[in-house]
């Protein structure tokens, strides 16, 4: 009978053993009541800075609808929208200057300057010369001076479409914004009636996508005296895809100057436009054309080329916004906002007018001007620009920093977490955030472009009330939100005390947080992972998290204003971080916690406690089972020692 109560014994151990570490893996620590995760509020995934078409760097696939229903499709909650402002740089305030023609850029070693590019050459047997400086352009400018000498028996050509100086693409422009085309033209000679030509032709459409087929229409300005319909020269045939527009010539060697609506031409004469929605037409190129036959010259001067918006920059900005917003349903908010570029870029959220940034002498003011409208500020991918700058700004007062920003990083970087930490050590309380910065979906064919992105790498996870544009933004501004990889499904809370209040961020009066402890809270961790807490710029503890969830408090010091935050590391690499909870002796400022409505405390604490309550229920099963399977081995050995002893 020695042998059974030894059996016994062990079997006792090993089922108290199980059920004590089972214990510690539901509970982590037992100072740490596990009933408050009933108070777990409702948690959102939020994406900022995204950017569409009607961007001043739009791209290929950009369009807000493709965008926006990209990131619903992926199952996010609220997306935050901006487009940069270049509204400002030049005195047409518009976004859609094409810059002024350099000179002497024509020469046959040479022919393509930065801002055009040739889209037909002239056969070898025709003649042109070099755009060179004009004694009849504008006081103090230049312009092209161009000449063209054509075929003895057929139609040659010179054409350049426009791109803009530096970058290789064509920007699209939305003709919502009611565009205009505008030039001015000065010919050396008249060209001869249908043997040679100067037009401008503009192509509005939309490039092909799943809702829509390409769309090309083309209206062409020419300056011949008879109908070039007669020459069967194809970009000078009318049809249901080309509008010809014959404009009158300046008179001989003098200057002219012309303007059209081209959003106006285009919705007039062109029927519904193939079905597609005006708000996703755009303007996509503009080419300028000399044609020449027989032999004839041709020769002119072209300045001062520009397509402009006929709104205001305030007119465009309320017409993008309602757009924009219009995208919002039920249970998906999207919030309108401005991407101000003036050296570091600054987003402004929730921004209700647009405002003339460019008008504050520095960062600093540009960003309390910002919030001054009542608008969240984003200080955007921090390293795309001069990051000494941006350390030495401390933060410029914006409400938040891009930690990470899905185009200009493949991971948090410790350069900017360091900065970050210098910032909140001097008692500066800026919280971080992931920012997307997609500019579209695809490619244009041909290019690469790191902007355009489909999936944010690391997202924000939002506490808040309810799912309003007011709540998300409330919470974003007070750093109620932690950023965690996109793959890893991970929840989790930092709160002052040693009690869960599952919180995230803000603002705690030391006296108030008598026991010195903040608590920390993580569920969905890959195992085995770090936990990583800073304070005052520096390291205070790592510790393994070993199981899932953990559950821990740590010490901090006592009665000091400072800040806490926290990381989470898997195989060296950052998967989530937290926002700080600041420790502050100004007893203004109380922690403000996220409040629940009743149905999403049910709802949280049902989705939270599902998981809790299912490893409970295993555990219970699994030590009975294996009770029952002991005590059938035990019983079965106690009868066959009296067998044997019989
Ligand atoms: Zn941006």
């Not at 000399?290 to 900005?317: C, E, P, R, W, Y």
Request: contains cysteine; charged residues 20%; aromatic residues 12%.
């Amino acid at each position: 009978m020695i042998f059974e109560r030894k059996t016994i014994v062990i079997f006792s151990i090993f089922v108290m053993g199980f059920l004590i570490s089972f214990d510690q893996t539901i509970y982590g620590q037992d100072s740490v009541n596990i009933e408050s995760e009933k108070e777990f509020p409702s948690t959102f995934r939020v994406v900022t800075h995204l950017h569409t078409s009607f961007s001043h760097d739009a791209r290929f696939w950009s369009e807000p609808n493709l965008q926006i229903e990209n990131l619903k499709q992926q199952g996010y909650d609220a997306v935050l929208v901006s487009d940069h402002d270049h509204s400002t740089f030049s005195s047409t305030q518009t976004n859609f200057v094409v810059p002024p023609f350099k000179n002497g850029s024509f020469e046959k070693s040479r022919i393509t300057p930065l801002q055009m590019k040739i889209i037909n050459i002239p056969k070898s047997s025709s003649q042109y010369l070099n755009a060179s400086d004009s004694s009849n352009s504008y006081e103090g400018q230049t312009s092209f001076h161009l000449n063209l000498k054509g075929n003895s028996d057929e139609f040659d050509s010179l054409s350049w479409v426009y791109w803009e100086r530096g970058v290789d693409k064509i920007r699209d422009r939305p003709i919502a914004y009611d565009l205009a085309l505008k030039f001015s033209i000065f010919f050396s000679e008249l060209p001869k009636e249908l043997d040679s030509t100067a037009y401008l032709c503009s192509t509005i459409g939309k490039r092909q996508d799943v809702r829509y087929n390409e769309v090309s229409k083309k209206i062409c300005f020419y300056f011949s005296e008879k109908d070039w319909n007669e020459s069967n020269y194809f970009p000078l045939t009318e049809n249901q895809n080309n509008l010809l527009v014959r404009i009158d010539p300046p008179p001989l060697k003098t200057w002219k100057e012309y303007e059209f609506n081209l959003s106006e031409l285009a919705l007039d004469n062109f029927d519904e436009l193939e079905g597609v929605p005006m708000k996703y037409l755009m303007l996509k190129q503009v080419t300028f054309n000399l044609v020449s036959k027989n032999g004839s010259m041709i020769d002119l001067h072209l300045d001062n080329l520009n397509v402009l918006s006929k709104m205001t920059s305030a007119q465009m900005f309320d017409w993008w916004k309602k757009d924009i917003e219009s995208y919002s349903e039920e249970n998906f908010v999207v919030i309108s906002g401005l991407e101000t570029t003036y050296g570091q870029d600054i987003a402004a959220y929730g921004l209700e007018n647009w405002y003339n940034f460019s008008n504050y002498d520095s960062v600093t003011d540009r960003t309390q001007g910002i919030n001054d409208f009542g608008a969240l500020s984003i200080l955007t991918s921090p390293r795309a620009h001069n990051f000494t700058e941006v350390k030495e700004g401390d933060g410029w007062g914006s409400n938040l920093i891009e930690i990470f920003n899905t185009v200009h990083d493949s991971k948090p970087s410790s350069q900017v977490l360091k900065g970050w930490d210098s910032f909140l050590s001097k008692g500066v309380r800026i919280s971080g955030v992931a920012g997307f910065d997609s500019h579209g979906l695809q490619m244009t064919p041909g290019e690469r472009n790191p902007t355009v992105v489909i999936e944010p790498i690391y997202e924000n996870i939002v506490y808040a009330e309810s799912l309003t544009k007011e709540n998300i933004l409330s919470s974003l501004e007070k750093g109620h939100f932690f950023v965690k990889q996109t793959k890893y499904p991970i929840l989790m809370t930092l709160s002052p005390g040693s009690e869960l209040k599952y919180q995230m961020g803000g603002i705690q009066n030391i006296s108030n947080n008598e026991e010195n402890y903040v608590s920390i809270f993580i569920k969905g961790a890959p195992l085995p992972s770090k936990l990583r807490i800073y304070s005052d710029g520096e390291r205070l503890s790592e510790l393994k998290i070993t199981k899932d969830p953990f559950v821990t408090e740590v010490k901090i010091p006592p009665n000091k204003e400072s800040y806490v935050r926290y990381e989470v590391l898997h195989l060296g690499e950052r998967i989530a971080f937290s926002n700080p909870i600041f420790f502050v002796s100004d007893s203004q400022n109380e922690i403000d916690v996220v409040k629940e409505s009743p149905t999403q405390l049910a709802q949280g604490t049902q989705n939270f406690n599902s998981v809790e309550d299912n490893f409970l229920a295993f555990g219970i099963i699994l030590s009975i089972v294996i009770i029952i399977v002991f005590g059938i081995i035990i019983k079965r050995k106690i009868s066959i020692n009296k067998q044997l002893s019989n």
